[in-house]
């Protein structure tokens, strides 16, 4: 099946040809996000749970096979996309369209739909929806056909009566595990998702699902179809995880002056598990030279926007961060994440256990997009030791030791790392 048989239907015969041409120039098409030509794809096979099983289920290999319009085709291409994914793959004939993440996914939105007459509005509390030269919020809102927002804005828009739920067509909720499994984002989304049609495709996407929220998204979402990988998969091979033992907390922040003292790095992200530690890694490193930001829960929605804005275009290379950051925000020149702290959390029993979620979508943060990265881990006692022990067993994933009683050693052997990176980049 080709181009033209797929598009014809919907499309005029030059816009057909138009994205035939596209098509078989990938390999020369100037994009402006050239990033996603990288891609690495997983050699594991996508685990499908079907639940309707007399409904044919298809795979695809091209974005063509979609019959999606020649113009959101072509958006897509100038974002450097020249495949699906295996993921995508066998989830997108199920759905052809689809909060911080709420505006990054609204600007990805924009780029996706840039040639086509799609409209779009952000339902994100501190955000001025009113940007259309007479347009009102409540025509905004009722004239747009896809909305990304949050949940408790949603939902009060809908309460308002300015968002008209009753023709929505998908529902999606992104890292679902996280909204699901806290209690006022799960009972938004819940009151959400129940207002809206019976015939509504209702859509969870995460990297990962605890298991009572899995069971919990199987009554939020009954009677659909699941597409997951291995465990083991989902630590990104692409990812180098490397580990320093750290004499205590103190030598833990010596250790970090000599990193970024030693070498140049690129944009980088250090993680912490308190504020107070953000607060005082950010003072330690901007004494000695250092230009870093902070982003943390105590910020307001326009401080994080203002904080992202100013990491993503490069006034500071460092973002010291809590895992507020840790879900879902893309940064494509990140090539080096620092665990400063080990994530962990505490049982029943008030007992510290590893938080595996966490420190996969943390250092997540780089290898953006099938690319490269390096994560660093500072451990400092035998519980983050342990628990750090847990996670390369979890994901079946060798963490390296790097000794650090030599730093001429440690900069040659990173500085290696690096330049391996970077090449494969």
Not at 279 to 300: E, P, W, Y
Request: glycine fraction near 4%.
């Amino acid at each position: 099946m080709n181009v033209t048989e797929i598009t014809t239907s919907s499309s005029s015969a030059n816009e057909a040809a138009e994205v035939e041409d596209l098509t078989s120039q990938l390999a020369d098409l100037d994009t402006t996000e050239s990033k996603n030509n990288f891609l690495l794809e997983t050699n594991s096979e996508v685990n499908i749970v079907r639940i309707h099983e007399d409904e044919p289920l298809l795979s695809v290999k091209k974005f063509e096979e979609l019959n999606l319009d020649p113009n959101l085709l072509k958006g897509i291409y100038e974002m450097g996309f020249t495949a699906p994914s295996k993921i995508q793959a066998k989830a997108l004939p199920l759905l052809i369209k689809s909060p911080e993440l709420a505006r990054q996914i609204m600007v990805e939105v924009k780029k996706m739909a840039k040639y086509t007459s799609v409209t779009t509005a952000e339902a994100i509390r501190d955000s001025n929806t009113n940007t259309r030269i007479g347009k009102s919020r409540n025509e905004m809102f009722k004239e747009a056909q896809l909305i990304v927002g949050t949940p408790g804005t949603v939902y009060d828009l809908i309460k308002r009566r300015y968002l008209d739920q009753r023709h929505m067509k998908i529902f999606v909720l992104d890292e679902a595990d996280n909204m699901l499994d806290q209690q006022g984002l799960g009972d938004q989304s819940i009151k959400i998702k129940n207002m809206m049609p019976r015939d509504c495709q209702i859509v969870l996407f995460s990297a990962t699902y605890k298991e009572p929220v899995r069971a919990f998204a199987g009554r939020f979402a009954p009677n659909a179809n699941e597409f997951s990988l291995r465990v083991e998969e989902l630590s990104v091979k692409g990812i180098k995880q490397f580990y320093m033992d750290c004499k205590d907390e103190e030598h833990k922040l010596e250790v970090l002056n000599e990193l970024y003292s030693l070498m140049t790095i690129g944009k980088s992200i250090i993680f912490v598990e308190k504020r107070a530690s953000a607060d005082r890694i950010a003072k330690c490193m901007t004494d000695i030279g250092h230009k870093v930001i902070n982003l943390h829960g105590g910020l307001s929605t326009t401080e994080r926007d203002e904080v992202m804005d100013g990491f993503r275009k490069g006034s500071a290379k460092v973002l010291i961060a809590t895992n507020v950051l840790s879900r879902g925000i893309d940064v494509m020149e990140v090539n080096l994440v620092i665990n400063f702290d080990i994530p962990l959390k505490k049982d029943v029993r008030g007992r510290s256990e590893p938080d595996y979620e966490t420190y996969l979508h943390r250092i997540g943060r780089t290898g953006r997009f099938g690319r490269e990265g390096i994560a660093i881990n500072l451990v400092s006692d035998k519980i983050s030791w342990e628990i750090l022990k847990d996670i390369a067993l979890y994901y079946e994933r060798e963490i390296a030791k790097i000794e650090i009683d030599d730093w001429d050693a440690v900069t040659k052997f990173l500085r290696k790392e690096f330049s391996s990176i970077n090449k494969s980049s």
